[in-house]
């Protein structure tokens, strides 16, 4: 594991799972609106949607770390027009601050439901130029081979909408969860869940649940590809290309398949068989918890092996 590069792992993963999960909910509530009332939308996803941003916070408090002085961010945002750098985290802040925005017009429904979707809008695609920044800082650096490839952006998109869709799934499971559990503790009727789950609401869920299966599936295959493609561009290319190409072998490199394989594919799989209106909400709740976790520990380890691979051509 690459220690050193901690704090940039963290805010990368971070940053880019947050993104991810504000798209995916934005989908949800897009698809969702032509079968089920804006109550029950707001009912299942917004417990999601209030995860964010303390989530994306974490993420730029850890890349803080990367600094000798953090104060140092400060000269950094003098260069927008010609630095990637800068636009990250310009883009970052700016996301985080919109996101929040949203969240408060969203739970105070404030404003009329046109100006919260614009507003959802403009998040969704600062969040996008966040991610596109991020990946150009290091795609642009041409005396890195590992980097400056297609793959590089490829592999930061990828992250951002599997684990972003996967954390979604696990968000709304693990708040029907705390509902459940919440209501147990009280005078109610012995179906606790049902009492909980209202029909739209479990079917909204369903269908939900069911959406980021098939999807994580599809991200899978589309990592898979990417991971194929930049190992067989490495191998033929010059030294640099072939020691960076030496960092994605080994235990940690298999590993990172595996697991990615089993959350994003096997669990999904599973959580996409197994969500029905009549599916118990625990066994949902541990599926697509396991399938996020397993994922998340497979892109750390990814995206360390990611920064192992710098070799310079060159001084």
Same mark, same amino acid.
Not at 37 to 58: C, N, S
């Given at each position: 594991?690459?220690?050193?590069?901690?704090?940039?792992?963290?805010?990368?993963?971070?940053?880019? $799972?947050?993104?991810?999960?504000?798209?995916?909910?934005?989908?949800?509530?897009?698809?969702?609106?032509?079968?089920?009332?804006?109550?029950?939308?707001?009912?299942?996803?917004?417990?999601?949607?209030?995860?964010?941003?303390?989530?994306?916070?974490?993420?730029?408090?850890?890349?803080?770390?990367?600094?000798?002085?953090?104060?140092?961010?400060?000269?950094?945002?003098?260069?927008?027009?010609?630095?990637?750098?800068?636009?990250?985290?310009?883009?970052?802040?700016?996301?985080?601050? !919109?996101?929040?925005?949203?969240?408060?017009?969203?739970?105070?429904?404030?404003?009329?439901?046109?100006?919260?979707?614009?507003?959802?809008?403009?998040?969704?695609?600062?969040?996008?130029?966040?991610?596109?920044? $991020?990946? $150009?800082?290091?795609?642009?650096?041409?005396?890195?081979?590992?980097?400056?490839?297609?793959?590089?952006?490829?592999?930061?998109?990828?992250?951002?909408?599997? !684990?972003?869709?996967?954390?979604?799934?696990?968000?709304?499971?693990?708040?029907?969860?705390?509902?459940?559990?919440?209501?147990?503790?009280?005078?109610?009727?012995?179906?606790?869940?049902?009492?909980?789950?209202?029909?739209?609401?479990?079917?909204?869920?369903?269908?939900?649940?069911?959406?980021?299966?098939?999807?994580?599936?599809?991200?899978?295959?589309?990592?898979?590809?990417?991971?194929?493609?930049?190992?067989?561009?490495?191998?033929?290319?010059?030294?640099?290309?072939?020691?960076?190409?030496?960092?994605?072998?080994?235990?940690?490199?298999?590993?990172?398949?595996?697991?990615?394989?089993?959350?994003?594919?096997?669990?999904?799989?599973?959580?996409?068989?197994?969500?029905?209106?009549?599916?118990?909400?625990?066994?949902?709740?541990?599926?697509?918890?396991?399938?996020?976790?397993?994922?998340?520990?497979?892109?750390?380890?990814?995206?360390?092996?990611?920064?192992?691979?710098?070799?310079?051509?060159?001084?």
């Amino acid at each position: 594991m690459n220690v050193h590069e901690l704090p940039m792992i963290a805010f990368t993963i971070l940053a880019q $799972m947050s993104v991810g999960a504000f798209v995916v909910l934005g989908i949800v509530q897009i698809v969702a609106s032509r079968r089920f009332g804006a109550q029950a939308i707001d009912k299942v996803t917004d417990p999601a949607l209030y995860a964010i941003g303390p989530v994306m916070v974490l993420g730029l408090v850890a890349s803080t770390f990367h600094m000798n002085d953090p104060m140092n961010t400060l000269n950094v945002l003098r260069h927008f027009d010609s630095s990637w750098l800068t636009r990250e985290i310009i883009f970052g802040a700016a996301f985080a601050g !919109l996101g929040f925005v949203f969240a408060a017009m969203q739970w105070k429904k404030w404003g009329t439901i046109r100006q919260r979707q614009a507003m959802a809008l403009l998040t969704a695609v600062v969040g996008l130029a966040l991610v596109t920044s $991020m990946s $150009m800082i290091y795609y642009s650096l041409v005396t890195v081979p590992a980097w400056n490839t297609i793959a590089t952006p490829a592999q930061f998109f990828t992250t951002t909408f599997l !684990l972003g869709a996967l954390a979604v799934g696990a968000a709304l499971m693990g708040a029907v969860m705390w509902r459940i559990r919440i209501a147990s503790r009280g005078d109610v009727p012995a179906d606790v869940e049902h009492d909980v789950v209202d029909p739209d609401s479990r079917k909204l869920l369903t269908s939900t649940l069911k959406g980021i299966g098939i999807a994580a599936v599809v991200l899978l295959g589309v990592e898979f590809l990417i991971v194929t493609l930049h190992l067989s561009d490495l191998a033929g290319g010059g030294a640099e290309a072939g020691q960076s190409a030496a960092v994605f072998s080994g235990a940690w490199f298999v590993a990172r398949l595996v697991l990615v394989f089993l959350g994003a594919g096997l669990l999904s799989v599973f959580v996409f068989r197994y969500a029905s209106s009549k599916a118990a909400a625990r066994p949902l709740a541990i599926l697509a918890t396991s399938a996020f976790a397993l994922v998340l520990v497979g892109e750390v380890i990814g995206r360390s092996q990611f920064y192992d691979s710098m070799f310079r051509i060159g001084m």
